[in-house]
């Protein structure tokens, strides 16, 4: 469905990720791992459009949309979700489910439409004339999400959608999206939380500093040492059913550089 | 009774234009969170347009409306995707301030060369005489134009609070990342409320041509109070602009004919600061207050400049041997001397500048009213009251620093746009407080018979010596401020720009520092303003007003903000080439208006920060000889 290859792309011409080269089957999840500022967001949003590629390709559905611009990957069904939320905060929630409908034309963001998907999250269903801005995180996550499937996605770029929320809500979006993958959406999953999000996935996909450095079966990714020590904590993080992995992950990290003196 | 009802039909008139304006302000906000200075002088090219076409082309003047409004906004939509969307889409807010400053100059200028000087009228669109009814009198125009307002409010009411196309407009407004993320694309929405403005200011031009008389630089004047009626009536609110803009209409208006015409915008202006201070977002406020300006997070950023620790002390020698031994010597008896005068005089004020802007972030429009406290104050001492120049340059300071004072207090929560708007609202108030207090300041002709500056006898009269007086002062002014710069307090300065709540954690006393800021910026344009008017032993309300405000933020601009030594080029640029290029004199708005945007644009750490490189290379040439002795 979606095919990346040997896409650099970056900052005012200076390339953040090089080489890259993925693909997301359709009804597939795939997992993209890596730590801060290795460059999953950077891909996400050269996969949307929001930055131009420097080399490679990119195609979606057969077509090849390395020079499309948003608008037209949205049309086609490639929704990004973007990290942090971004909701509008000045619109209310059903004004912000409805934009996610922006390029289905009028007929198609009827009120029962915003309605139908604003069903599917409890914590937006009877918030519907509140400001964006006035949502907790784990709403306007969810609104974030909810405003994706307005578009009638047949992709979705989930960018770090678990970022800063409560363990129980964590939960419901990844519940959340193994239900989206259920009905036959694919999902690129981009999280710091190695453990719940490989363990959802098909896929897994580890890019460091820019490049990818692994990718195969989920569980291939999941059992391969070196990722279980970098980026699932070295006890395996069972105690807390894998919350907060990537932190103790990221803590070993650190703790075997300052051994290491580097 | 019967005379004040004539009255308020006046200020409804009045206030229909106003409310027009800033229809367009709002719209512009609405969409891409910024503030569009042009609009004004939409409304001024379309109406000279109409007039050539009625004059020279015996054109029916509906007819030729119609095409100045389309001819208009072809106009905005080439300036448009020329100017304002890419400077969207790299500038922070403060600085579309600044390049939309440069788009009005660059209107009015082209208006000067295209109809020139002259002040013109249309003729009404539907017979002279006006309508009487009840003993009142209503020019047909007036209801054209009510008629106009009242279907522009309705179209756009509906437009943004009912159509897809509007709910896009705020998204774009809200957050531009995400907009375009649901398929809006950004840029195109950007242009087209850019177009839409421009064409409502278009309309509004024709239609009010005929009950007022425009020339080239009266867009200025709507431009301002279009502004100030879009932040009487809370900015991007709909219902606010048309509220706000009857509101300043009929006061104005009234003021006018029961207390004094010259102060009418006096009052007006002072209706905007007591809104600005106690109810910032507006009368009518549009959604909820946003905590934080989102679109200022990623967008501020400038070119660190850095002349080195052993180059800076070279490159100081030279300069102080330029300023007090070159410069003299080579322009000496030449008509260059009199603008090298001035470009110091000015420098000094463009340096207060530099400090609050450049180094502590803060926007002001207001400049040069504090020159005209400092100029005003010592001159009327020395004229009125026979009291030394030193003397009146000291109260004009003393002066200025309580009203730098009470200006900091009240403005200390406003940032970005508001403060901007409440610093012109100075400036403009100190403007109209020039002009209306005729007994003491001499009016509009200005104030006669200024002695030049004298210290102890000593008098300042020969252009040499007053050279030297402002060599002095720029000199003793330069070095201070160096220090203080590279000291702790610059990068407190420079902190709080970045992120004033990030500095308030660090323990910056903010709004001390901002007070401080405030000070030293308004004591420079107050010394430099007593210096100017000892300079040309007469002083006027327009040598020191709004429109040098303007120009020394452009001056600032394209020297390079933020490097204290850099507006020196901006300033010598825009002071000397007039000079030099005399015959074409009529080119010069037209010239600063495009050096600002071009610089704002492209070379945002302007003619400094292109130097620097050089300057660099220069100081280490300089110094290389002497890092072989030992």
Redesign the interface.
């Given at each position: 469905m979606l095919e990346i290859s040997g896409l650099a792309a970056g900052y005012d011409g200076r390339a953040v990720i090089s080489d890259v080269s993925l693909t997301v089957g359709a009804g597939e999840i795939v997992a993209l791992i890596g730590a801060n500022g290795a460059g999953k967001s950077t891909l996400a949003r050269t996969v949307s459009g929001l930055l131009p590629a420097l080399a490679g390709r990119i195609t979606f559905q057969g077509q090849d949309i390395t020079q499309a611009n948003p608008a037209a990957r949205v049309r086609a069904g490639l929704i990004h979700v973007p990290e942090g939320r971004q909701v509008f905060a000045g619109l209310t929630v059903a004004e912000n489910i409805e934009l996610g409908g922006y390029t289905l034309g009028a007929g198609e963001t009827s009120f029962e439409q915003v309605r139908a998907v604003a069903a599917r999250f409890e914590a937006l269903a009877n918030r519907m004339g509140a400001y964006a801005g006035n949502l907790s995180g784990g709403q306007q996550q969810m609104l974030a999400i909810a405003r994706g499937l307005m578009a009638r996605p047949r992709l979705l770029i989930l960018d770090e959608p678990s970022l800063g929320l409560a363990p129980s809500l964590v939960a419901e979006i990844f519940r959340l999206v193994g239900q989206l993958r259920d009905q036959g959406i694919a999902i690129l999953l981009s999280e710091q939380n190695a453990r719940m999000s490989l363990r959802i996935a098909d896929h897994g996909v580890v890019i460091e500093n820019g490049r990818v450095v692994l990718s195969g079966a989920a569980q291939a990714v999941l059992d391969a040492p070196d990722i279980a020590a970098r980026y699932l904590g070295l006890d395996g993080g069972a105690a807390v059913g894998g919350m907060g992995g990537s932190f103790r992950a990221r803590f070993a990290d650190e703790l075997r550089r300052t051994a290491r003196g580097d | 009774m019967l005379e004040a009802v004539q009255i308020v039909i006046g200020g409804v008139l009045q206030g229909c234009i106003f409310a027009l304006l800033a229809i367009g302000f709002s719209l512009v906000h609405r969409v891409a969170s910024a503030i569009n200075l042009a609009q004004g002088a939409f409304c001024i090219v379309a109406a000279l347009l109409t007039a050539t076409l009625e004059q020279s082309y015996d054109v029916p003047v509906m007819a030729g409306g119609l095409v100045a409004v389309a001819v208009t906004g072809c106009l905005a939509a080439g300036l448009g995707a020329a100017v304002f969307v890419p400077g969207l889409r790299r500038l922070p807010t403060s600085s579309m301030f600044i390049l939309t400053a440069g788009l009005l100059t660059l209107l009015e200028g082209g208006s000067l060369v295209i109809w020139g000087s002259q002040s013109t009228t249309l003729s009404s669109f539907s017979g002279e005489r006006p309508i009487h009814l009840a003993g009142l009198l209503v020019p047909t125009q007036g209801l054209w134009l009510v008629g106009l307002t009242l279907v522009v409010t309705l179209v756009q009411g509906v437009l943004l609070a009912r159509t897809?196309a509007g709910?896009?407009f705020?998204?774009c407004?809200?957050?531009p990342?995400?907009?375009?993320?649901?398929?809006?694309?950004v840029g195109r929405m950007q242009l087209l409320s850019f177009v839409l403005a421009a064409a409502v200011g278009a309309l509004g031009g024709v239609v009010m041509g005929p009950i007022t008389s425009f020339q080239f630089d009266t867009g200025r004047m709507y431009t301002i109070f279009g502004f100030i009626a879009a932040v009487i009536g809370g900015i991007g609110s709909p219902l606010g602009a048309v509220a706000g803009g009857l509101f300043l209409g009929i006061a104005t208006q009234l003021a006018a004919a029961y207390v004094s015409s010259l102060f009418s915008n006096a009052l007006a202006l002072v209706l905007l600061l007591a809104v600005l201070v106690w109810r910032p977002s507006g009368l009518f406020s549009?959604?909820?207050t946003?905590r934080q300006d989102?679109r200022d997070e990623p967008r501020v950023q400038r070119a660190v400049i850095r002349i080195g620790r052993r180059q800076g002390p070279v490159l100081a020698v030279i300069g102080a041997v330029l300023l007090f031994a070159g410069v003299p010597w080579a322009l000496q008896g030449s008509g260059l001397m009199s603008s090298a005068i001035i470009t110091l005089i000015v420098f000094v004020s463009v340096l207060g500048l530099d400090v609050l802007m450049g180094y502590a972030g803060q926007v002001s429009l207001g400049q040069a009213g504090f020159m005209a406290i400092g100029g005003y104050t010592a001159s009327v001492l020395a004229v009125q009251f026979h009291l030394p120049p030193l003397l009146g340059t000291l109260v004009g300071l003393a002066i200025s620093l309580l009203a730098a004072t009470v200006m900091a207090l009240g403005t200390m929560r406003l940032r970005g746009l508001y403060l901007a708007i409440a610093t012109l609202a100075f400036g403009l108030l100190v403007d109209s407080l020039t002009v209306g207090l005729e007994s003491l300041t001499g009016g509009p002709s200005g104030l006669v018979g200024i002695p030049p500056f004298s210290v102890a006898g000593f008098r300042f009269d020969t252009p040499l010596r007053a050279y030297y007086l402002m060599a002095f002062v720029l000199a003793v002014a330069l070095g201070l401020l160096a220090g203080g710069m590279r000291g702790s307090f610059g990068r407190a300065l420079m902190a709080i720009r970045a992120d004033p709540l990030a500095a308030a954690a660090l323990g910056i006393n903010v709004p001390r520092h901002k007070l401080a800021v405030f000070c030293i910026s308004a004591g420079l344009g107050s010394i430099s303003g007593s210096l100017y008017a000892f300079y040309f032993q007469f002083l006027s309300p327009e040598m020191v007003g709004t429109p040098l405000s303007l120009q020394m933020l452009a001056m600032l601009v394209v020297g390079g903000e933020g490097t204290l030594f850099g507006p020196l080029f901006g300033v010598a640029l825009l002071t000397l080439l007039p000079t030099l290029f005399q015959p074409l004199a009529q080119f010069k708005t037209l010239g600063s208006g495009l050096l600002l945007i071009v610089f704002s644009l492209y070379l945002p750490s302007g003619i400094f920060g292109v130097l620097s490189g050089d300057l660099r290379l220069l100081g280490g040439r300089l110094i290389a000889p002497l890092r072989v002795l030992p």
């Open positions: - | 897809r709910r896009a705020r998204a407004a809200e957050n990342l995400a907009a375009s993320l649901m398929g809006i694309g549009a959604g909820p946003r989102v």
